[in-house]
């Protein structure tokens, strides 16, 4: 439901094309969007119904902003630019980089160098790839370097670098290398790195026939494997056109509220490299996925290529404007084979992603039922476990997790303080915080578990049965998760007379005791902590003059940690109410403890 200061805001909306930011209640900008109509998509946000993301943004939507623009196109512009500035949450997230993949880089400089770089940067200079692995680049480069070398060395020394008497650097290293030449052996890289590698095979055959005729054998052999090389590494892909236009191909899947989306990269006319996201989306897919490619050519590393392939259900125009390359929406051919191969992907992901879902629910489920069979009880669909932290005997806490289904379900997730001092009293632990949390849900007539597991023997179990039944009148099956002497999970202690029940090891309903037990003591233990070293930042608060638990708790309220206040100035602990003696004495006493 809108508030009502947002319902005043929204009678106010015009019928005017722009972009809207929806912000949370902190006024913190979650979500960016556009549309041709404000008055109609923002409303929309309020006065339809939602599932899934959507419905999760806008629980979240406390207040919102409108930019009007002049036209669509300029819509999408500002859309990403806003994007870009302030990272929304519920925006699409790319990833940084470019997931690993290299290109090689021909330096923009007096001596260019080829070089292996993972950014991309407007810098004059020419990128090729991306590569499908660091080793394919960097046998690439090697390999030119040896057939058109440019700069190897860092620049003039007065003597030829190593690199020169190999035959791998021009010479910058004691002389001027004319721009001619530079120019020649660059036009002959961009062209192999483009594809056409029948040049370079033709020269380095020629040269492994004089070679051979010479009797140089160990270098016409160098030279096959040259050429072996450029067969292996840069011919083994195979074809798929004659244009070696540089071109990246999108397509998408929608089902169930998610979007999948496929790039192909085609370089050399092969295919070198896939992309492949998949996401809840909050908007129209269409608005989506033309967001998510103006976005995805805003990442530094992401080159644009000389054409991007596009499904006609986007807006060529709109993109290519957004871009600043061209953008086709092929109808036949093999640019269409390509496009429609990207869908075909994109939903294979997708298909999978919701059956491997799937599967993974019936597993957790039959986990719990399995376990349940066990035990012989009716249901294990609601599990709950505690644990118990101490340090010595100080700060004794106590935690509860919540299983449903097999899978964690945090929101249920409680802390206890314990007010039992004696640590050694597992006993009276376990009854302080099992008669604090069933007596809560009693009186809340909140839903029971179906079983309690217990971290510890007998002990916690007998005490857990004993607070249960003789004080709160309640019949929930309980069972102690007994580990053995390598503090792995055993087996169970249950029934009456706490009877050892074993689990196969390789059971579902094994992993799923494994998993209650691990995390139990995880959420125990990181609470302790906590706990722990707060109360060891008051104790050393408490030893300096002038200190009181007022004076700490601003102190602790407003720097959190003991190094943050010993570095904070003495002007900004002053300005918390305290007086110039006792800040004084609080940065020397705990500089002192620092050092």
Known sequence: MATSH????????????????????????IYVGKAKNLKNRVRSYFKS??????????????????????????????????????????????????????????????????????????????????????????????????????????????????????????????????????????????????????????????????????????????????????????????????????????NYYVNHGWISIQIFFIRQARLLKRVKRSFPIVDDPVETMEDFIGQFYSEENHQTPKEVLIPETLDADLISEAIGTQVRVPQRGQKKDLIDMAQKNAKLVLDEKFRLMELDNIKTKGAAEELAVALNISSAKTIESFDHSHIQGADIVSAMIQFVDGKPNKNAYRKYKLQNEDHADEAASTREVI??????????????????????????????????????????PVAGMVKNDKHKTADLLFGELDEHISLNPKSQAFYLVQRIQDEVHRFAINFHRKVHTKHSLSSELDTIEGVGPKTRSKLLNKFKTMKKIANAPINEIEALGINAKTAKNIKYSLNNIEK
Do not use: W
Not at 7 to 16: I, S, V
Not at 50 to 77: C, M, P, W, Y
Not at 451 to 466: P, S, T
């Open 49 to 250: 119904s939602h599932e899934g993301k959507t419905a999760k943004l806008v629980s979240q939507i406390r207040d919102f902003e409108t930019i009007i623009t002049t036209n669509d196109k300029e819509a999408f512009l500002l859309e990403i630019t806003l994007i870009q500035k302030h990272r929304p949450y519920y925006n699409i997230q790319l990833k940084q980089g470019n997931g690993g993949y290299p290109y090689i880089k021909i330096t923009n400089e007096r001596n260019p160098q080829l070089k292996i770089v993972n950014t991309i940067k407007k810098d004059g200079g020419y990128y090729f790839g991306p590569y499908p692995n660091v080793y394919a680049a960097d046998e690439t480069l090697h390999f030119l370097q040896k057939v058109y070398p440019l700069r190897r060395c860092n620049g003039y020394q007065h003597r030829p670098c190593l690199y020169y008497h190999m035959g791998q650097c021009l010479g910058a290293c004691f002389k001027k290398v004319p721009k001619s030449e530079y120019q020649n052996q660059i036009r002959h890289i961009k062209s192999f790195l483009n594809g056409d590698v029948g040049i370079a095979k033709k020269m380095l055959t020629e040269k492994m026939k004089i070679a051979a005729d010479s009797l140089q054998y160990e270098r016409a052999a160098e030279i096959r494997d040259q050429l072996k090389y450029i067969e292996i590494t840069v011919e083994k892909q195979k074809i798929i056109s004659n244009d070696t236009t540089p071109r990246d191909i999108f």
């Open 6 to 29: 947002i319902e005043h805001k929204l009678r106010l909306l015009p019928d005017l094309p722009g972009c809207y930011l929806m912000k949370n209640k902190l006024g913190k900008i």
């Open 435 to 476: 008669r604090r949390r069933y007596t809560r849900l009693l009186k809340e007539h909140a839903d029971l578990p179906d079983l309690i597991l217990m971290d510890g023997g007998e002990i916690q179990l007998n005490a857990v049965k004993d607070v249960l039944e003789n004080e709160l009148g309640l019949e929930i």
